[in-house]
């Protein structure tokens, strides 16, 4: 149970659910820690939650991450470890890869990019290290749905992070349309925190990955959201990025579609908010979902001497 009153965003308790109005900033220090964003689109980021930059990675660059996503999903190495995440019901299709920036080199230089790393330098308004890395697949015709959720409500009850202060960034390996279950966002969600109802069971993660049932928003909290913010699915084009503060409402349908939705997507945290002890008394989670360890500041790969880079390479 959790008695910490100085903790606002209580969730999973028996308290039940609540709207609690946003503490923190969404762009803090004005935007001025680094430039990446023009005022339009900080401006945009601020008031939905969320930006999409279109084709900001080439082709080439998509061919050569795709290639990579394919070596990783074949590599028998990883067979049988923990980061590797089936469907539900389908241990042959493979949802989720987490801790994609130390299995891969190539996902290690990506996530140095600068075209990401400035835009969370930027919104957060000070250095940033990476909490989490994931690649999503969802497979043509099996990828399952990923249900309504607000990644810091998890992060803050599972984790431990104390504050609105991480930013995802959704990086688009495949055409994302219609058809193969695009990323849906409720502009605006970011200002209310949606404290949920059930208590977390334990090593929810084993499950949560899969198919998420705890840390779910209550059906008159969430459509309050939608009726206030509408509702929005990212069609975009391969190379595309979507940038989500860390508290959106977020959802995806399931892949009916023959066509693959993959994603590469990485989380930066402030080095300002690392992560505490858990709420409610729960477990740390693991490293590969959550880090703790590996916090080191995260530095653009164009302030890397030549040398350095050849290092990291
Ligand atoms: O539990 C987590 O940390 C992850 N789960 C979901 C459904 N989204 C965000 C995050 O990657
Ligand atoms: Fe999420």
């Not at 939608?226 to 509702?231: A, C, R, V």
């Not at 979902?289 to 040398?307: G, S």
Request: hydrophobic share 35%; net charge negative; proline share 5%.
């Amino acid at each position: 149970m959790n008695t910490d009153i100085a903790d606002l965003y209580v969730s999973r308790t028996e308290r039940g659910s609540a709207i609690i109005a946003r503490q923190e900033p969404v762009v803090y220090h004005q935007g001025n820690y680094a430039q990446a964003l023009n005022e339009q689109q900080l401006e945009r980021y601020a008031k939905d939650g969320f930006l999409v930059i279109e084709n900001l990675f080439d082709e080439h660059e998509v061919q050569e991450l795709l290639a990579e996503l394919e070596r990783l999903r074949l590599d028998p190495a990883l067979k049988g470890m923990p980061e590797l995440i089936t469907e539900p019901g389908d241990q042959d299709a493979l949802r989720s890869l987490f801790r994609v920036h130390q299995l891969s080199d190539r996902m290690a230089e990506l996530i140095r990019d600068p075209r990401l790393v400035n835009v969370a330098r930027q919104v957060l308004g000070s250095e940033v290290y990476v909490h989490q890395s994931r690649v999503n697949m969802k497979p043509g015709l099996y990828g399952k749905e990923f249900f309504w959720h607000s990644d810091f409500e998890t992060w803050h009850i599972e984790d431990g992070m104390p504050n609105m202060r991480a930013v995802s960034c959704s990086l688009l390996l495949t055409d994302n349309n219609e058809h193969n279950g695009p990323l849906m966002l409720v502009p605006g969600s970011h200002r209310q925190f949606i404290a949920c109802e059930g208590a977390t069971p334990d090593e929810n993660y084993k499950s949560s990955l899969k198919v998420q049932t705890v840390g779910t928003p209550d059906e008159v909290s969430l459509k309050l959201l939608i009726d206030n913010g509408g509702l929005e699915s990212v069609r975009a084009k391969a190379g595309s990025v979507i940038f989500f503060e860390c508290n959106t409402m977020h959802a995806s349908s399931g892949n009916l579609s023959p066509w693959a939705r993959s994603n590469v997507f990485t989380v930066f945290n402030s080095v300002e908010n690392k992560l505490e002890a858990p709420r409610n008394g729960l477990a740390p989670r693991p490293e590969y979902l959550a880090a703790r360890q590996h916090t080191d500041t995260i530095v653009p790969a164009t302030e890397l001497e030549p040398d350095e880079l050849l290092m990291v390479g």
